[in-house]
């Protein structure tokens, strides 16, 4: 983002501020403009990642043939539709043709696909189309649980209410009993 840029976005914060009723000289709102514009550049960071950099460095199996599931990766993201977060935990699976990866690289690929502007169903869905390009494995599995703030603190208003979407491909779609392992899997942690 260039100087100018910045300025505009700052300058964007503080008409927002001053639409509720604010004044946006007083003291705890003076840095605000600066604050809110740096957190949603940290929150959008995921646009300068590349997911087939992150999943580059691909090593041999060893023969291992079965699914491999990271589970519990927690992420916070952005809702397109309101700006306002939504947080939860993604687990992710693929069943090897032959190739694995280094396990700190499916956090770092949920990562990529969460600090951007999203709507959950896509983001599960880019996760799992990514790790399918890359990775080419037989099969992959994402499973989401998030909660919403969009729904939690405005519109229905319901905090304890959450958002769970899964993806399959391949052989995890296809297989019947794979499948119900992937998903068992994310139900008993
Ligand atoms: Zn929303």
Request: glycine share 8%.
């Amino acid at each position: 983002m260039t100087g100018d840029n910045l300025e505009a976005a700052r300058c964007g914060v503080r008409s927002l501020l001053e639409a509720i009723g604010q004044d946006p000289s007083r003291e705890g709102l003076i840095d605000t403009p600066k604050r809110v514009v740096g957190a949603m550049l940290e929150m959008t960071e995921g646009y300068g990642m590349n997911p087939k950099e992150i999943l580059e460095r691909q090593f041999e199996g060893d023969g291992y043939q079965d699914l491999v599931i990271v589970r519990g990766i927690r992420f916070a993201s952005l809702c397109e539709h309101h700006l306002l977060p939504f947080v939860g935990t993604a687990s992710v699976a693929y069943l090897p043709d032959r190739r694995v990866v280094g396990l700190s690289k499916i956090p770092r690929l949920v990562e990529c696909f969460a600090r951007r502007l999203q709507l959950q169903e896509r983001m599960t869905h880019q996760i799992a189309s990514a790790m399918n390009e890359h990775l080419k494995p037989q099969g992959v599995g994402v499973h989401v649980t998030a909660t919403h703030q969009c729904m939690a603190c405005r519109g229905v208003r319901q905090p304890d209410a959450d958002m769970v979407t899964t993806t399959v491909l391949g052989q995890l779609r296809e297989s019947a009993s794979l499948k119900a392992e992937f998903i068992a899997a994310t139900h008993n942690r």
